[in-house]
């Protein structure tokens, strides 16, 4: 199950809110807005660290592989990290991803959703994105939040939770 009231920074969202819009450009040169798919469809908005890193490719693949059973779901995909639109499109490429990569280059949506936060590397502290993923219902409301993903196993359980939801 989805965590639903652990916070990971202190303007961390909760189910039940509602999700904060955002209009960001996204790996194919056109913008995407969150607000565009409310009444039309579900939207899992999964946040990562980095293009074309272990962790993060693996997660980008499972989300693609299960694509056709998200869309079965009226469920669209996004993801969403600080990179460049240049390197999502090569990312996207490299892995035939069929979901639109947003570019947070400023970090507004990353600080809205509260996952750019305080990390600590070897002993070396500095600031990076969560890996974190918020399901948000037709309503445009946090229908479940994952904001400490394991990357294994995790499309299938977000695709679980976005099936279950009307």
């Known amino acids: 199950m989805p965590a639903t ?3 990971t920074t202190a303007s961390a969202l909760a189910v039940g809110a509602h999700a904060p819009d955002f209009t960001l450009p996204a790996d194919d040169g056109k913008e995407v807005t969150l607000s565009s798919f409310r009444e039309k469809k579900k939207v899992v908005l999964y946040f990562y660290p980095k293009d074309d890193t272990p962790g993060c490719t693996l997660e980008a693949k499972d989300f693609a ?9 009226e469920t669209v995909i996004l993801g969403l990290s600080k990179d460049s639109v240049a390197s999502h499109g090569k990312f996207k490429a490299k892995y035939c991803l ?13 600080e809205a959703y509260g996952v750019w936060v305080e990390k600590n590397m070897y002993g070396k502290k500095y600031m990076g994105i969560q890996r974190a993923t918020f399901l948000i219902d037709k309503a445009g409301k946090i229908a ?12 299938a359980e977000v695709l679980k939770a976005a099936s279950a939801l009307k």
């Not at 993903?149 to 995790?154: C, D, I, P, T």
Request: hydrophobic fraction near 45%; charge should be positive.
């Open 65 to 73: 592989a299960l694509a056709p059973k998200f869309d079965k779901a």
């Open 98 to 110: 069929p979901f639109p990569l947003a570019s947070d280059a400023e970090g507004k949506a990353c």
């Open 5 to 7: 009231a652990k916070k």
């Open 144 to 155: 479940a939040l994952w904001p400490q993903v394991k990357v294994e196993g995790h499309a």
